[in-house]
Structure formats: C-alpha cells, structure tokens
C-alpha cells in the first residue's frame, strides 16, 4: 500500500512562496486523495500488487487496459506530488552549481535564460499539469498527473505543480506570480544530486 511521504521541512517554511494552508491542504488533502484512490485500485488488482511506483508507471502500457487510466491518474498523482515536495526546500533559491550549473549554461546561454523558459512554459500550459526539468536539460510540460517516466523522456530533475488549487488560495488566477516566487524554494542541492546520480551510475 503506498503511503504519503512525510516531509522533512514545516508547511509553514514555504511562506515566501507558498502559504502553510496551501502547502498543509495540498499535501495532506490532494497528495493523500491520490493515494487513497490508487490503493484501492492496487487493493482489487493483485498484478498490481508489491510494485513500487517506479515500475508501474514506466511499465504503464503493459498494465491491463481497465486499470490503466486510474493508475496513470492516480499512481502519476502519488509519483509528481512526491517530486514536488523534494523539488523545493526552506533553503532552496539561488542557482545551481557544479555539472548541473554547466548543463544549463551549455543548453540555454545563461541560467536566467532557463528559468525564463521554464518560466514561460508553466505559465502557458492550457489547463493543469506540470512543468519538469529533465536530465538532457529538456523543458517539458505533462498534463494532468502524467508523468516522464511514463512516457520514455530522460529523467527528471526538478518540477512545478501547475493546477489551480496549487496556487490559487495565495495567488488567486496570477499563475505568473506564483511560478515567479516559485523560484525562491527550488532545490537546486537536491536536483543537482539527483543529476550527479545519473551520470554516475555504472
Ligand atoms: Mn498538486
């Protein structure tokens, strides 16, 4: 059964940028809402069953075409909000550094470049969905709660919830301002980490 991950920061540490109700709702209400509704559909189909998220969403086409929507929806749902909160942190902001820092520099000119482009795709994405950095130093946008590793892009460094009800209690429909103080929480020592991983796997 999958379970909520517990964060290791408090909901009110976000405040410059997201709220502690919004940060406390979001995380205890919608991330939780996921979860329910995946574990039962884990619960009714034991091919389901001692898979860890990983494996079922990058294996989402092979799963039986009648649990296939709710796993894409729900296990997504479990997989981005997971990222999410690791792709923030109180002492988040700034900008990369090390290989990380170079990737960004070598694909976009400067970081500021990159994060107007990340900028300007979030903000623009129709609807709701995310926004994701990738480990080619991709920008891609999901919609709904799918999810890179379902669909074979590289691997994920960083992303940003985009539906409403991640910002609009604080930020009401300037989905500009919140993607813009949104940069002042990123994790960059976590995304970093996660992309010296990659290249060092055997
Ligand atoms: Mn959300």
Known sequence: ???????????????????????????DKHHQAYIDKLNIIVDANPILQGRDIDDLLSNIDSL??????????????????????????????????????????????SFQKFVDEF????????GSGWAWLLSNGDIITTLNQDTPISIGASSPLLCLD???????????????????SWWGIVDWESASNRYTNLHNKP
């Open 119 to 126: 900028t300007a795709k979030s903000v623009s994405l129709f």
């Open 162 to 180: 985009v539906w409403e009800h991640a910002y609009y209690l604080d930020y009401k429909n300037r989905r500009d301002e919140y993607v813009k």
């Open 64 to 109: 039986p075409e009648p649990v296939r929507l709710g796993v894409r929806n729900m296990g997504g749902g479990h997989y981005n909000h997971s990222f999410f909160w690791k792709s923030i942190s109180p002492d988040g902001g700034g900008e990369p550094s090390g290989d990380l820092a170079e990737l960004l520099k070598t694909k976009y000119g």
């Open 1 to 27: 059964m999958f379970k909520l991950p517990i964060l290791d920061y408090g909901y009110d540490s976000m405040s410059r940028s997201i709220s502690e109700g919004v940060m406390k709702l979001h995380h």
